[in-house]
């Protein structure tokens, strides 16, 4: 069952307070009436006067009577006098307490139940709390709701169960939420959360993302959903925090060149974030100089470096094309020792997955100080919380020194837990890379981005052509499967289909009738000449009657789908004969 609700307020200091006057009131109860009760029976003999007997009559006194009150006579002490009034009082609020808390939470299952376009956070660790905190912080309505059959939080009334449990997902308003966010500490778990949310969300608009620590199994389960042969309806992806701190990472300090030419890159650690990192940074140095008159030099450190570097190159093509890798198996001693790679570097990213280790080779390799401002940038995760004691910047309180604003510490967790990052998911950065690839092959034939207003970046596409981009991206697996073909993350030895003409053409002509399909649904009409306002386009007509230049661009696009597919990771395999 949930944990917390929508819009729930923090709990009201003065109902702390006065739950600890309450106790403090019946301790005080407690012992003047165990004093009073002694005077009183001393001066009744019929009553026993032993411990236990007094403290048996005492405890009688928060249940509206005791015997010796009830049958004895005489004076009643002072003590005893206060205890009889206060000791019920403390039952009474008791009872009340106890009334408030069963209502509240019957109130707050009563509120997860009329949710509308909530958000659901399944998990109790570090990235569901930052993901939760960021969401709410935002405006969105959070339910969230805990990890296995612990149920922790401000309502302690909730009901155990799994959180991939229907019923579970059920109680905390599946069939009405926006979003959910899968992430557990257990990639596995997360998994069939996600599943369960998808299959439950089908009627309504539904975004289900889901943790995954093991990037490969990120990409395998990412190929599998790209892979459908018609879209589930579900807007479903996985993601991996270390390859989302990567992409936030080079996008707020992207690599710039120095000295005239690219800089000098330093990886520490061939670790999922180091791995990341590579990739990243060179996608970002690709779109930045698409024609590298030189690559960038980059020198990956770890045990197994040359191991890494041939994997990655065998995984993204385009790696051998924009980076030098230099790998040094072995530790930084290695590198430092060796005249191959220049010194000093001007980025550095320390990227061991021991935190303790990694922070001491930032802090005493000297070496690696020369690269500037936020140059040098350390990977952690459990001792993030480090980074205030290194904030040099105006009205925090620096107890450490940053070597001159040269250190970075880098909480991946902090940086990968956005909700806009994640919901950048496979198919938005497919379809990005579609449209990339659309541009760059009109110019290359001279088209006028005059005459083609869909000849500009991501950023000021219309609304309206991105859609039609994600459309194509999320058709891909459909494509594919006509062919007989799958998608398959590019890891291991496997070979890579490539496609004859023949199949390009039948790609081509399947890709033209999804659009022209969309399109005459969207209410576009034939027409010579192009115009996006009166919704008019001289392709709107099938394949047969189209003009053999339009064939064409069809074609072009389906030749770079390997290349794209490439770009994120995977590629085509021929699954059985077409």
Known sequence: MPSSVPDEPARAPAANVLRLTFAVVALVSLVIGYIGLAQYVSRNPEFHGRPLDLLYY?????????????????????LLDIARFTAPAVTVYAFIEAG?????????????????????VCGDGMVADILTRRLRATGDRVVQVPSGSVVTGRDPFGLAGEAGDPEVLHA??????????ACTDDSATNTAIALAAARRGRHRPLAVYAQVSDPELCLALQARHLGLAEPSGTRLDFFNIDDLAARKLLNEAPLVPTHGGPPRVVVLGATTFGRAVLV??????????PQPRSPVPIALVDADATGAATELSHRYPFLSRVCRIVPFDGGLAELLADPVFPLPPDRVFICDDDEERALKTALTAEQLWHGGPGSVVVRLDRLASLRAAFDSRPGDHQVLDDLSGTLRLYGVANAACDPELIGDDLVERLARVIHESYVLSRRRHGEDPARNPALVGWEDLPETLRQANRSQAEDIGRKLRELGCALSPRVGSGAEYALAESEIEQLAVLEHQRWLKERSAAGWRYAEQRDDARRLHPALRTWEDLHEEMRERNHDAMRELPAILAEAGFRIVRVRAA
């Not at 005492?58 to 002072?78: A, H, K």
């Not at 408030?100 to 659901?120: G, K, N, P, Y």
């Not at 905390?172 to 966010?181: D, K, Q």
């Open 280 to 289: 990243e940074l060179a996608r970002r140095w690709r779109v930045r100089d």
């Open 58 to 78: 005492d405890l009688q006194l928060f249940v509206l009577g005791t015997p010796p009150l009830d049958e004895g006579s005489g004076r009643i002490p002072l």
């Open 100 to 120: 408030r808390l069963l209502f509240a939470a019957e109130l707050r299952r009563l509120r997860i139940r009329q949710a509308r376009d909530h958000v659901i």
């Open 172 to 181: 905390a308003g599946i069939s009405r939420a926006r979003a959910l966010y």
